[in-house]
């Protein structure tokens, strides 16, 4: 989300060139039309430490940052780099995908926010198994949200991905950097605020 919203922030030359630099410049809140966004960085589920479990400091961080509001609603995704596994860590990895959705919902429910999920983010050279992972967790996502009315996905998966599930070359920041690029965040960006507008009840300006 941080690329996101330096996209949003950062002059052209920047966010283009240097975004993974350290700039003296502003770029954790935008407003555009009824919304306004606030970038709070989240832990991440500490796959490769195996004394954590898995989502435990990503939910920790997560629901402390619901009080300081007030919002209508959070946003909470995963990284690509939660999504690769090797076969025997299917079964696992999928679980707690959903059980940590799940307990960031309970948090949010508690508070009375909405919660938007973003599904799976793509890659570029996935393993079958992983893009089996990320469709599997895709459609328990859409489920779920389908149960819960207060929850809505936003779909990062489809709109960057060919027909097989592989990030689309053209829209990945490098060859083997599956970040999106400017002008995958473009492409993003014409779904995603008439769809959280839509959703949250709020009209454009």
Known sequence: MGLWFK???WPYPLRIKFTYRSWPIAYHKYARDNLYLEYLPI?????????VEFGENMLRSFTSYLDKGPYDAAFLKFC????????TQWQARYDNLKKTVIAAH???????LKLIVGNALPLLTPSDTTIHLQKAFNTWL?????????????????????????????LARG????????RAFTLLDKAFFIKVSDWLGKQSF
């Open 142 to 170: 859409n489920e779920f949200a389908a149960s819960h009315k207060d929850v809505m996905v936003f779909d990062f998966f489809n709109l960057l991905t060919d027909e097989e599930g592989r990030m689309r070359k053209e």
């Open 43 to 51: 832990d991440s589920p500490n796959i490769r430490d195996t004394r």
């Open 7 to 9: 996209h949003w922030n």
């Open 80 to 87: 690509f780099v939660d999504f690769p596994i090797e076969d």
């Open 106 to 112: 309970d948090s949010a429910a508690k508070k009375q």
């Open 175 to 182: 060859n083997d950097d599956p970040h999106p690029n400017d």
